[in-house]
């Protein structure tokens, strides 16, 4: 058992080239080499820009609201995510999001390396 506090999170940014990436605590596993759980903030206005992940992520929404949707969709037709949302990404497909509130934090477990790809 390894027990951990949220309010303790210590959060780095996930991309250290760009400073207003979300930020990422990791709670166990290697984000940088394979599967992981992490902690993620996700400042006011992130996304908007598609893009993708080699491997699939669950998360599940703890504070804040998001929106989130795939390719094909617009962020205007779908619905505002609150505390308590879920979803499932699969690996390989485009998808954005936005955080809608001050911040948004989340509980992200990824089956593999983290990596984004960005669409053209």
Request: proline share 8%; aromatic share 14%; hydrophobic share 40%.
């Amino acid at each position: 058992m390894v027990p951990y506090e949220a309010a303790e999170a210590r959060f780095t940014p996930l991309y250290a080239d760009n400073p207003n990436s979300p930020q990422i605590s990791v709670l166990w596993g290697n984000p940088q080499t394979g599967p992981s759980a992490a902690l993620f903030r996700f400042p006011l206005n992130y996304g908007g820009r598609f893009h993708s992940h080699s491997a699939a992520y669950h998360l599940s929404l703890m504070e804040g609201t998001m929106k989130h949707w795939d390719e094909g969709q617009l962020e205007a037709d779908v619905p505002i995510q609150t505390a308590g949302a879920y979803w499932y990404q699969p690996g390989g497909q485009l998808h954005s999001d936005n955080c809608l509130s001050e911040f948004g934090v989340a509980f992200v477990v990824f089956d593999g390396a983290i990596d984004s790809a960005y669409a053209d």
